[in-house]
């Protein structure tokens, strides 16, 4: 299978830039199709669906969150950061299999 | 608005049988291909198995195959986990997932979770 890894947390200031990074163990770039995907989960919680495909935004999504990377390396930013986004990040990839990162828990500085 | 409501979960022994149920309503379900998801407490996200809109087609994670069975009811919008030989290690909370692409590359909407306990 092929292996995510996100670093477990990010502290960042509210209005401020946070970029939280996803490193595929291979990469999951086929074709023209970047298949990395985003996810934020707040505690007590469903997840809820973010990003598809790298960088394409899911419906409902505010601007402020994008995506982006090929190959093995992506990124999700979201600027500026409101109180509303402090939660954990997972980003997951359908390249072989369907595995899931370890999740970013992204908190106030 | 799409809606996924799971039910069936509860405390069950190791070895034992439960069947977990996803109701769906807001789109046409028949279109669509769902998966069910899972979560250990206090762990991360780990896919558990697809089904394509028809049910012609499953996938699961090495992990449960041969023990769990994904199936629908597209006349009653309704998604099935049937899981078999339960293992401590199945302890988590089950999500329905909506899947919209073949064969499934991710998860759009989420239902609010069922929680399995398997414990003796």
């Known amino acids: 299978d092929i292996v995510l890894t996100q670093s477990p947390a990010l502290a960042v200031s509210l209005g401020q830039r946070a970029t939280i990074s996803c490193r595929a163990s291979?990469?999951?770039?086929?074709?023209?199709?970047?298949?990395m995907h985003w996810y934020q989960q707040k505690p007590g919680q469903q997840p809820k669906f973010l990003i598809y495909r790298a960088s394409n935004l899911a419906s409902g999504i505010p601007a402020r969150f994008s995506g982006s990377g090929s190959g093995t390396d992506f990124t999700l930013t979201i600027n500026p950061v409101q109180a509303d986004d402090i939660a954990t990040y997972y980003c997951q990839q359908s390249g072989e299999s369907l595995t899931f990162g370890p999740g970013t828990k992204l908190e106030l500085k | 608005e799409v809606q996924l409501v799971e039910s069936g979960g509860g405390l069950v022994q190791p070895g034992r049988s439960m069947k977990l149920s996803c109701a769906a309503s807001?789109?046409?379900?028949?279109?669509?291909?769902m998966a069910w998801v899972r979560q250990a407490p206090t762990k991360g996200l780990e896919w558990v198995a697809t089904i394509s809109y028809d049910g012609s087609s499953t996938y699961y994670r090495d992990s449960v195959k041969g023990r769990f069975t994904i199936s629908r009811d597209n006349a009653k919008s309704t998604l099935y986990l049937q899981m078999n030989t339960l293992r401590s290690e199945d302890t988590a909370t089950y999500y329905c997932t909506r899947s919209p692409t073949t064969p499934g590359e991710y998860f759009d909407y989420w239902g609010q979770g069922v929680m399995v306990t398997v414990s003796s």
């Open positions: 291979q990469s999951v770039s086929i074709s023209k199709y970047n298949l």
């Open positions: 807001g789109f046409t379900f028949s279109n669509y291909g």
